[in-house]
Every structure is written in C-alpha cells, then in structure tokens.
C-alpha cells in the first residue's frame, strides 16, 4: 500500500481489491456486539476540513476510533486559519503535534497533493475542490459489489458492471473518482449529462460520454446521480433547475426503465426533487443510506492499510 | 567617459546576415572598430573564441514590482537580473502600486533605473487609470515626462471594452504610441486556473481557453486596421493566436506579437503536481500550441520574444495552486532557453536571435539608442554569449524572488559579459 490516497488514478486493481477485501473483513466484524478494534491504538488521525462537511468527518472520525486512533478534529473555521495563516504552517502544526494521517477537505484542487509535500504522515483526501474524492468512489465500489455480486466476494472486481454517472461531471470529485476507480476495476462506466457540465477533454476519459439518459438507462446496472448545485444556474450552465430535472433527474418514470436489478446511488446530500425525486430516493432500488454505512467500514479499511495496524484477524479472536 | 574594450574573435551575430568572426573595439560608449586583427594598447582585452556577440537584449515585458512589493522585487534587484541575463533594456509594466498610470509614477520608476545602472529602464504606462478599464490614463502626458513613455499596457488586465481599446489605439498615434494588448477576455476565463484542456479536466482546475486570447487578438487586430494604429500583443500563448497574427500581417496591418520563454518550452502538463511554480498568465498551455509558437516565431509572424518576468515572494506561491499567484521569474534564463528551443532545434540562428531578442524589441518599444546592429559607430551595447558551455540549472540569482520554472532544469549556455554603453554591467558571468 502507498502511503496516501490522494487519487484514484494511485490505485492499481490490485490496491483497490485489498481496500475492498479489508472493508468486506471489516464489516463483518461490524456485526460483534463490541465493533471496536484496538489495531491503531496509540495513533493519531487528524481530520483536516477547510470546508463544512458533516457526513464526511464523522464517517472518517467513527473509521479511526473503531479502530481505537486518537482521533483531532481540525476545522478551518474559526480558527488560525481564518486569521491568514496557510495551509502550509497548518500542515507544519500538524506534524509538530504528531499526527500520523491527515484527512484533509479542501476547496481548492490539489490541497491534499501540497500537503503530502509538506507532511511526514500519511494524506487522506477527503475531498479537494473539484478535483477527487477517492474514499467516496471506494465506498460506492464496495456498495456497488455487494449489492450485485454479494458479501462473499473477496478478490472479484467489477467487471462488466455498467456505470451510468449523471450530472454535474465539470465540478464533480466524486465523478473523477468514481471514473478511475470504477474503470481500473472493470466496469464500464457512461457520464451522463448536458454538454455544459462536462469537462472539454472528457473524450480522453474511460468512459463512454452521453447527452441522452433515456437512452443510457436500459442498459445501466447502476445509475449514480450527483448532486446539482443551484448556483451553477447563473453561471448559465442550464437554463433552470426545473429544466435540469425534465431532462436529467431521476424520478419514477425513467426509474421503471432500468433493469430489475439495477440499483441507484447517490453521495449525498441530495437535492430531492431536482436530480433525484423522492420516491427513487426512498425505493428499494437505492443505496443511499448504506452507502453511508459502507463509508466507515471503507475509510477503516483505508487507515488501517495506509497506517499498517497489528493484524486485525488476529486481534478479533 | 567608460574604458575601451576590445573583444577579440567573436562571431558577431549580425542581423540578416551569417555568423562573422571578429574583434570588436568599444571605446567612448560606442563600436569604434570591427574587423580582424584588431589591436589596442589601451584597451583592456576579451578573449571571446567560441562567444556569439549580439546586440544588448532589449526585454518589452518586465515586472520590476517597485513600487509597491519591493518584497518580490526593485529595480535595483531586477535590473541586476536583467543584465546577469544579457539585457541592456528593459520595459517596466505599469502593474505596480501605485499603478504607473501618471506622469509621476513613470518618472519615479524611470529615475530608478538611471540611479540603477545596470540597464536601461523603459517604463510603461497604463492604458487605463488604475488598471479598471474604465477610463484612459493621461497618456500624452506620460508620453512628454522624462519617462518618454511609447509603450502603453494594462498587463496583467485586458482592456477589455472595445470601445476603450479602439480611442487607446487612435490616441496614442499622435505621439507614436503602441498599445500592448493583455489578450484576455475576463468573462470567458472567470476563476481560470489552467489551460482548459485534457489537464484542467484531469486536475479539476478551472479551464483558460484559448478562445478566450483568440478571440481579443482577432478583434484587436480588426481595431487596429480600422484606426491604422499599432497594436503589440503580449505573451502569445496559443497556436490559434499565431495564425490570427500571421493572417492579420498578410493584410499589411499595423500588428506586432512576442511570445515568453516560458510558453516557447513547457507544457500544462507540468501542472501535473499542482505546483504553482508552473502557474502563470497566460497559462502553459499544449505541446502543439509549443510547436507552432516557435514556428510562428522563427518565420516572423511572432515578432520577438518577451519575458513577462514576474517575481512574486516565496508566500505567494507555497500555497494551494488556486491561492498562488500567477507568473514566473524569466530575465536571467530568457536566453538560455531561447537557446534551447530555437536555435539547438535548428529554428533559428545567431543572427535570428539578435532580431527577436534586440532589434525588433527595440523597434516595437521606439527605444533609441538598442537594437542597433554591431556595426561602427554604433551604441556599444551588446551582450557576448557562450553557447558550448553547459551551465548547471539556474541557482538562485539575483532576482529577489525565486519563482522560475526552470530550477533543476539543464539550459543549455552562459551569458559571459553585457555592456551598457561600452561599460561593462557583467564580466565573466558576473555583476560589475
């Protein structure tokens, strides 16, 4: 294992299967009436959010307690980094104090690649700017693997498995992600949205590109929606949200045109009634809240591997 | 009244013509003799076999920063660069704070170079006041203070309203002016962190396209044939841009271009790693856009080259790539990488680089007393050049600030010696 997870693209097929094989022992220590392990005991993970995220700090803070970390919640806000100092003599705080990983949320794109330049320990990213989101695509990986192929399926990717992702690909980090992640594992994954919301290059991408989500939803084992931001309406990306969910949300009627056993996912928070309508999101079909669950069991498997804890089997009996 | 100096066996890099080997006399601040055989008892001697003399390099496009960020850079600091980089000129832009948008400011920064020394200081006046492109500066009166300004830009902005850019344009015909274009539309590269492309995609920085340049160079142009007034185009950064240019030319019409070290050698694909060291205004932008820059500059069409020098602190650059400011130190390397790119690639001679670095800069900014040919009775101003000798990348020089993308690169070269007027500013690879 390398010594951060900065970007999908780090991952060969063989990396990500162990992250996916490790969450799978994981969960299935997750069912013993003590879910906590003590492999990371005595290590520090410093959770590092310049931007306001709630559902991923406390899926990475409940990751490394269950694995028995010290665990320092570090949140820009108010404090020394409101006041002008940069994200370089933060990084050098950090290292002071004797962390062991940073998991850093950011606005800009690269944040967590200058942090690893500046730190000893291990970066996580958790989120920079526009650029990637790899834990997230990893969850998703794992939740797309369960729920169509089973829990007993250690070493198997994802081939064949097709993969539409809808949306706002341009500011997506989760679309990056899961694009690389999902690929290197083999599935064939088609980025659905309107011209405007794709990158200029994404031809060059692996994936396949569409404008049409009709079209694309017969043939999708997993349609993924992202999360539509209001404000791209002024910078003229769409004409208007009810344009955007005639055309590209997902609701009752375009989710009867999906095979019987495709499932619908989502990164939260979601924007019910725009990308996604309120029966879909609440049908059997979605994923959405174990895609929560699978995140803390995911990121364990992250920090344990990154962190290289005491064996883990071992310790559980 | 300087010492005389006799360069002794030197390939003069004449303009048009090939490499001729001679010596080269310089007594009272101009060439009093070349030929073989040359001698003089007073003199003090240069051996110079296997040394290129060209003419002093002339930059149009430097960030001097004073004032106002003394800390990044002075005149002082930057005009030692300079000449460490063969210049003999330099054209300070307007971009400082206060903005050189008056008489006063150009006139302190012009003072600053003559206190200075160690080359000339051409300063630069805004085009507009402030740099907000909504009203012109006191451009006459800039014109007739000491500073004797003919170069007028907002570099760093684009004069974006068409309106504004065509009165510039006419205006500054009555003394001779030249308008130096930032091509940038503002709307169209709103938060643009890199060349919007296969990388900005991949890194999720928001894209510049080169539409965005393309775009203001083809209306300019249109400007400038319509008023008959001259129009400079800095940092031509795209491939698009040089084929809008050479049309524009073929037309007969008043258009001249430079291109920066810098876009004549990397890529966006340095960005890579997300250090901002490789961000920079007009961004890096494809190997193809590379390619036709140097075409575009061997055949003419891109008149010369810049350097679009832009020292910022250690602060402004060790920070996220969004946060960074954009723009890279250029003067001490310019020629060495010219070298590299255009002459070791075949693109250009000895000769050729004298044109691009020299004559025609010096043309463009009506600086008189640069750009002459190494001939007698001309300003002893030249710069001797050791293209054999392969000097490790660029240390720290002595430009204040350390923001160059070529740092542990291997440039090819070494300026040897620069003369201002006859007196020596470097000798042997160092400050006088």
């Given at each position: 294992m390398k010594r951060h997870l900065i970007s999908a693209a780090d991952l060969s097929r063989a990396d990500a299967l162990l992250i996916l094989d490790t969450a799978e022992e994981l969960a299935s220590l997750a069912d013993r009436p003590i879910k906590k392990l003590p492999t990371l005991r005595g290590r520090t993970v410093v959770n590092l959010f310049f931007e306001d995220s709630t559902r991923t700090r406390i899926s990475f803070e409940a990751a490394a307690k269950r694995l028995s970390a010290d665990v320092i919640n570090f949140s820009a806000k108010g404090s020394s980094v409101a006041k002008g100092e940069s994200l370089k003599d933060t990084a050098l705080t950090l290292e002071a104090m004797g962390s062991d990983a940073v998991v850093i949320r950011h606005s800009a794109s690269g944040a967590a690649h200058r942090l690893a330049g500046w730190v000893q320990g291990s970066v996580v990213n958790a989120g920079d700017g526009t650029h990637e989101h790899p834990t997230q695509a990893l969850l998703d990986a794992f939740t797309i693997r369960r729920r169509?192929?089973?829990?007993?399926?250690?070493?198997?990717?994802?081939?064949g498995i097709r993969v539409t992702i809808v949306g706002d690909?341009?500011?997506?980090r989760v679309a990056r992600s899961n694009v690389l992640l999902l690929s290197t594992l083999g599935a064939e994954v088609t980025l659905a949205a309107p011209p405007t919301l794709l990158p200029l290059a994404v031809e060059n991408w692996p994936c396949a590109v569409s404008y049409d989500l009709d079209r694309e939803l017969p043939k999708s084992d997993v349609v993924m929606m992202l999360r539509v931001q209001q404000e791209r309406m002024n910078a003229a990306y769409f004409p208007s949200v009810r344009e955007y969910s005639r055309r590209y949300g997902l609701d009752a009627a375009r989710m009867?045109?999906?095979?019987?056993h495709a499932i619908v996912m989502h990164p939260g928070p979601m924007n019910r009634g725009v990308e996604i309508a309120a029966d879909v999101a609440d049908s059997v079909r979605s994923t959405i809240v174990e895609q929560v669950a699978n995140g803390v069991t995911t990121r364990m498997a992250v920090l344990y591997l990154l962190l290289g804890g005491t064996e883990f089997p071992a310790v559980a009996q | 009244m300087s010492a005389r100096w006799l360069v002794k066996g030197v390939a003069i890099a004449g303009p048009g013509g090939r490499d001729e080997i001679a010596d080269i006399l310089l007594s009272d601040g101009v060439v009093a003799a070349t030929g073989a055989g040359l001698s003089d008892a007073g003199a003090q001697v240069i051996d110079a076999q296997g040394l290129v003399a060209l003419p002093g390099l002339v930059d149009l496009h430097t960030h001097l920063r004073e004032p106002g960020r003394e800390d990044a850079e002075t005149v002082e600091t930057g005009t030692r660069a300079a000449a460490l980089g063969g210049y003999t000129a330099v054209h300070a832009m307007a971009n400082t704070d206060p903005v050189a948008d008056t008489a006063g400011v150009v006139e302190q920064v012009w003072r600053l170079g003559q206190a200075a020394g160690h080359c000339d200081v051409q300063p630069v006046g805004a085009v507009t006041v402030g740099l907000a492109g909504s009203r012109l500066a006191e451009l006459g009166t800039m014109a007739d203070s000491a500073a004797r300004v003919r170069v007028f830009s907002d570099d760093g902005k684009c004069v974006a309203d068409p309106l504004l850019m065509r009165r510039a344009l006419e205006y500054v015909k009555a003394f001779d002016g030249v308008i130096a274009q930032h091509a940038q539309d503002p709307r169209l590269t709103e938060g643009a962190q890199l060349n919007e492309g296969e990388m900005s995609g991949r890194l999720g920085l928001a894209g510049w396209p080169a539409v965005a340049e393309e775009a203001i160079i083809a209306r300019d142009c249109l400007l400038a044939a319509h008023v008959g007034s001259a129009l400079h185009v800095c940092h031509v950064s795209t491939a698009g841009s040089a084929e809008i240019i050479r049309w524009a030319k073929s037309k007969g019409w008043p258009v001249t271009a430079e291109v920066t070290p810098h876009h004549l050698l990397l890529t966006d694909e340095l960005a890579e790693g997300y250090d901002p060291v490789f961000k920079v205004n007009p961004p890096l932008r494809t190997a193809a856009d590379v390619a036709e820059l140097r075409r575009a500059l061997a055949d003419g069409t891109i008149d010369c080259v810049a350097t679009d020098h832009a020292p910022h602190p250690v602060e402004a650059k060790e920070t996220e790539w969004s946060e960074a400011a954009f723009g890279m130190t250029g003067l001490e390397t310019a020629l060495r990488v010219v070298q590299l790119a255009m002459v070791d690639t075949g693109l250009l001679d000895w000769p050729g680089v004298a044109d691009r670095m020299s004559v025609r800069p010096a043309r463009i900014g009506r600086?008189?007393?640069?750009?002459?040919?190494?001939?007698?009775?001309?300003?002893a101003n030249l710069t001797l050049y050791d293209p054999a000798a392969s000097a490790e990348a660029a240390g720290p020089g002595a430009s204040k600030s350390r923001n160059t993308p070529f740092a542990g690169m291997a440039l090819p070269g070494r300026v040897v010696a620069t003369f201002l007027r006859g007196t020596p500013t470097v000798l042997d690879g160092k400050l006088v």
């Amino acid at each position: 294992m390398k010594r951060h997870l900065i970007s999908a693209a780090d991952l060969s097929r063989a990396d990500a299967l162990l992250i996916l094989d490790t969450a799978e022992e994981l969960a299935s220590l997750a069912d013993r009436p003590i879910k906590k392990l003590p492999t990371l005991r005595g290590r520090t993970v410093v959770n590092l959010f310049f931007e306001d995220s709630t559902r991923t700090r406390i899926s990475f803070e409940a990751a490394a307690k269950r694995l028995s970390a010290d665990v320092i919640n570090f949140s820009a806000k108010g404090s020394s980094v409101a006041k002008g100092e940069s994200l370089k003599d933060t990084a050098l705080t950090l290292e002071a104090m004797g962390s062991d990983a940073v998991v850093i949320r950011h606005s800009a794109s690269g944040a967590a690649h200058r942090l690893a330049g500046w730190v000893q320990g291990s970066v996580v990213n958790a989120g920079d700017g526009t650029h990637e989101h790899p834990t997230q695509a990893l969850l998703d990986a794992f939740t797309i693997r369960r729920r169509l192929r089973g829990s007993s399926t250690r070493g198997a990717g994802l081939d064949g498995i097709r993969v539409t992702i809808v949306g706002d690909v341009l500011h997506s980090r989760v679309a990056r992600s899961n694009v690389l992640l999902l690929s290197t594992l083999g599935a064939e994954v088609t980025l659905a949205a309107p011209p405007t919301l794709l990158p200029l290059a994404v031809e060059n991408w692996p994936c396949a590109v569409s404008y049409d989500l009709d079209r694309e939803l017969p043939k999708s084992d997993v349609v993924m929606m992202l999360r539509v931001q209001q404000e791209r309406m002024n910078a003229a990306y769409f004409p208007s949200v009810r344009e955007y969910s005639r055309r590209y949300g997902l609701d009752a009627a375009r989710m009867a045109r999906l095979p019987d056993h495709a499932i619908v996912m989502h990164p939260g928070p979601m924007n019910r009634g725009v990308e996604i309508a309120a029966d879909v999101a609440d049908s059997v079909r979605s994923t959405i809240v174990e895609q929560v669950a699978n995140g803390v069991t995911t990121r364990m498997a992250v920090l344990y591997l990154l962190l290289g804890g005491t064996e883990f089997p071992a310790v559980a009996q | 009244m300087s010492a005389r100096w006799l360069v002794k066996g030197v390939a003069i890099a004449g303009p048009g013509g090939r490499d001729e080997i001679a010596d080269i006399l310089l007594s009272d601040g101009v060439v009093a003799a070349t030929g073989a055989g040359l001698s003089d008892a007073g003199a003090q001697v240069i051996d110079a076999q296997g040394l290129v003399a060209l003419p002093g390099l002339v930059d149009l496009h430097t960030h001097l920063r004073e004032p106002g960020r003394e800390d990044a850079e002075t005149v002082e600091t930057g005009t030692r660069a300079a000449a460490l980089g063969g210049y003999t000129a330099v054209h300070a832009m307007a971009n400082t704070d206060p903005v050189a948008d008056t008489a006063g400011v150009v006139e302190q920064v012009w003072r600053l170079g003559q206190a200075a020394g160690h080359c000339d200081v051409q300063p630069v006046g805004a085009v507009t006041v402030g740099l907000a492109g909504s009203r012109l500066a006191e451009l006459g009166t800039m014109a007739d203070s000491a500073a004797r300004v003919r170069v007028f830009s907002d570099d760093g902005k684009c004069v974006a309203d068409p309106l504004l850019m065509r009165r510039a344009l006419e205006y500054v015909k009555a003394f001779d002016g030249v308008i130096a274009q930032h091509a940038q539309d503002p709307r169209l590269t709103e938060g643009a962190q890199l060349n919007e492309g296969e990388m900005s995609g991949r890194l999720g920085l928001a894209g510049w396209p080169a539409v965005a340049e393309e775009a203001i160079i083809a209306r300019d142009c249109l400007l400038a044939a319509h008023v008959g007034s001259a129009l400079h185009v800095c940092h031509v950064s795209t491939a698009g841009s040089a084929e809008i240019i050479r049309w524009a030319k073929s037309k007969g019409w008043p258009v001249t271009a430079e291109v920066t070290p810098h876009h004549l050698l990397l890529t966006d694909e340095l960005a890579e790693g997300y250090d901002p060291v490789f961000k920079v205004n007009p961004p890096l932008r494809t190997a193809a856009d590379v390619a036709e820059l140097r075409r575009a500059l061997a055949d003419g069409t891109i008149d010369c080259v810049a350097t679009d020098h832009a020292p910022h602190p250690v602060e402004a650059k060790e920070t996220e790539w969004s946060e960074a400011a954009f723009g890279m130190t250029g003067l001490e390397t310019a020629l060495r990488v010219v070298q590299l790119a255009m002459v070791d690639t075949g693109l250009l001679d000895w000769p050729g680089v004298a044109d691009r670095m020299s004559v025609r800069p010096a043309r463009i900014g009506r600086l008189a007393g640069h750009g002459a040919p190494l001939a007698v009775g001309g300003p002893a101003n030249l710069t001797l050049y050791d293209p054999a000798a392969s000097a490790e990348a660029a240390g720290p020089g002595a430009s204040k600030s350390r923001n160059t993308p070529f740092a542990g690169m291997a440039l090819p070269g070494r300026v040897v010696a620069t003369f201002l007027r006859g007196t020596p500013t470097v000798l042997d690879g160092k400050l006088v």
